[in-house]
T-cell receptor
Framework: NAGVTQTPKFRVLKTGQSMTLLCAQDMNHEYMYWYRQDPGMGLRLIHYSVGEGTTAKGEVPDGYNVSRLKKQNFLLGLESAAPSQTSVYFC???????????FGSGTQLSVL | GENVEQHPSTLSVQEGDSAVIKCTYSDSASNYFPWYKQELGKGPQLIIDIRSNVGEKKDQRIAVTLNKTAKHFSLHITETQPEDSAVYFCAASVPTSGTYKYIFGTGTRLKVLA
């Protein structure tokens, strides 16, 4: 039982490059989330999904896009990376919207 | 707007002493309050949670209290051990667009000194 798996674990990008972060969960959870974690700012919600084929904006969605084509996968895309997007990104999932969140181990992204 | 304030940002205690972390929230519609522990290089993990119809919940050395009137909740760790050293985050569920989302506090770095 892997839980929530994020790939890659580390990535370095140049300004303007694009990339996709993959999140996969094997718990049949409906809800999936992407957060970014910056020093002194806690976890901020980027986008979330309440089920397959749905996505919605969180607190800090600018510069990111997401897709949930399959229930178990939630992709986070950066079309044109900026240094302000240097952060640690966490994916999480839950069975319902007010239940325990299961987090992945994070992706450290640096944009130069 | 929606906000969760968490204090202190860092906390050092001697092994065996108690630690208390406090959070306040702004949205009175919040009704679920989880606490997460994050160890270095790992994702946060739920350690305890409380719902708005309960005032206190305990799980061995960990307890959470909720004061709905004052809109604050606290994490209490008794008999602290070195393995309790980590960053702790509080969160509050907030209704939005027909569902709920979590607003997290900014975290407390707890150091337990042996």
């Amino acid at each position: 039982n892997a839980g929530v798996t994020q790939t890659p674990k580390f990535r370095v990008l140049k300004t303007g490059q694009s990339m996709t972060l993959l999140c996969a969960q094997d718990m049949n959870h409906e809800y999936m989330y992407w957060y970014r974690q910056d020093p002194g700012m806690g976890l901020r919600l980027i986008h979330y999904s309440v089920g397959e084929g749905t996505t919605a904006k969180g607190e800090v969605p600018d510069g990111y896009n997401v897709s949930r084509l399959k229930k178990q996968n939630f992709l986070l895309g950066l079309e044109s990376a900026a240094p302000s997007q240097t952060s640690v990104y966490f994916c999480a999932s839950s069975y319902t919207e007010r239940e325990k969140l299961f987090f992945g181990s994070g992706t450290q992204l640096s944009v130069l | 707007g929606e906000n969760v304030e968490q204090h202190p940002s860092t906390l050092s205690v001697q092994e065996g002493d108690s630690a208390v972390i406090k959070c306040t929230y702004s949205d009175s519609a919040s009704n679920y309050f989880p606490w997460y522990k994050q160890e270095l290089g790992k994702g946060p993990q739920l350690i305890i949670d409380i719902r708005s119809n309960v005032g206190e919940k305990k799980d061995q050395r960990i307890a959470v209290t909720l004061n709905k009137t004052a809109k604050h909740f606290s994490l209490h760790i008794t008999e602290t051990q070195p393995e309790d050293s980590a960053v702790y985050f509080c969160a509050a569920s907030v209704p939005t667009s027909g569902t709920y989302k979590y607003i997290f506090g900014t975290g407390t770095r707890l150091k337990v000194l042996a």
